[in-house]
T-cell receptor
Framework: RKEVEQDPGPFNVPEGATVAFNCTYS??????FFWYRQDCRKEPKLLMS???SGNEDGRFTAQLNRASQYISLLIRDSKLSDSATYLC???????????FGTGTQLKVEL | EAQVTQNPRYLITVTGKKLTVTCSQN?????MSWYRQDPGLGLRQIYY???????DKGDVPEGYKVSRKEKRNFPLILESPSPNQTSLYFC????????????FGEGSRLTVL
């Protein structure tokens, strides 16, 4: 089993739709969690951290479920500019090891 | 401007010809790391460094070397490149060991023939 798993997609959604991605992780001792965004052929950039209580940043909501070992990202009112690959990141090893999922591709269409 | 700079951005080379990909950050970050990204495999860590003269292997260190003689620089060395090292390479840095906010360079696309 992979340490971090994501559905690769692509998720093709119309503008204005709500879309959700999940990411599962295998190490129950994982310490912290993040979502990154990567545009085609560009470097990944931090989108948001994921907290146990759930957190929101505008149209984006992140959730952590430690019991089931997954994190989620919800995007409301999708924009064309949200089209990208979304990478989940799990931190272990005292903060030294960051494991990236392979990413979920989102395409928002008119 | 705060940034991580990698060079070269694109390189085509031949098997066995030593090459170095440089990485420099101007944010005074302690932690630096190298990743390679391949289709279907995602980003995989090659080496990381927690500070000057402190380096350690990531998940896929075979065929690579690194050094950290200065805080700002973290070069990746391929002593004898092989075709399976054809990939997109990213250097990244962050301010504290326990944060996940990595700042990435723009990437270096390497092709080994």
């Amino acid at each position: 089993r992979k340490e971090v798993e994501q559905d690769p997609g692509p998720f093709n959604v119309p503008e204005g739709a709500t879309v959700a991605f999940n990411c599962t992780y295998s190490n129950s001792a994982s310490q912290s969690f993040f979502w990154y965004r990567q545009d085609c052929r560009k470097e990944p950039k931090l989108l948001m951290s994921v907290y146990s209580s759930g957190n929101e940043d505008g149209r984006f909501t992140a959730q952590l479920n430690r019991a089931s070992q997954y994190i989620s990202l919800l995007i409301r009112d999708s924009k064309l500019s949200d089209s990208a690959t979304y990478l989940c990141v799990v931190v272990t090893g005292g903060g030294n090891k960051l494991t990236f999922g392979t990413g979920t591709q989102l395409k928002v269409e008119l | 401007e705060a940034q991580v700079t990698q060079n070269p951005r694109y390189l085509i080379t031949v098997t066995g010809k030593k090459l170095t990909v440089t990485c420099s950050q101007n944010m005074n970050h302690e932690y630096m790391s190298w990743y390679r990204q391949d289709p279907g495999l995602g980003l995989r860590q090659i080496y990381y460094s927690m500070n000057v003269e402190v380096t350690d292997k990531g998940d896929v260190p075979e065929g690579y070397k690194v050094s950290r003689k200065e805080k700002r620089n973290f070069p990746l060395i391929l002593e004898s490149p092989s075709p399976n090292q054809t990939s997109l390479y990213f250097c990244a840095s962050r301010v504290q060991r326990n944060t996940g906010e990595l700042f990435f360079g723009e990437g270096s696309r390497l092709t080994v023939l």
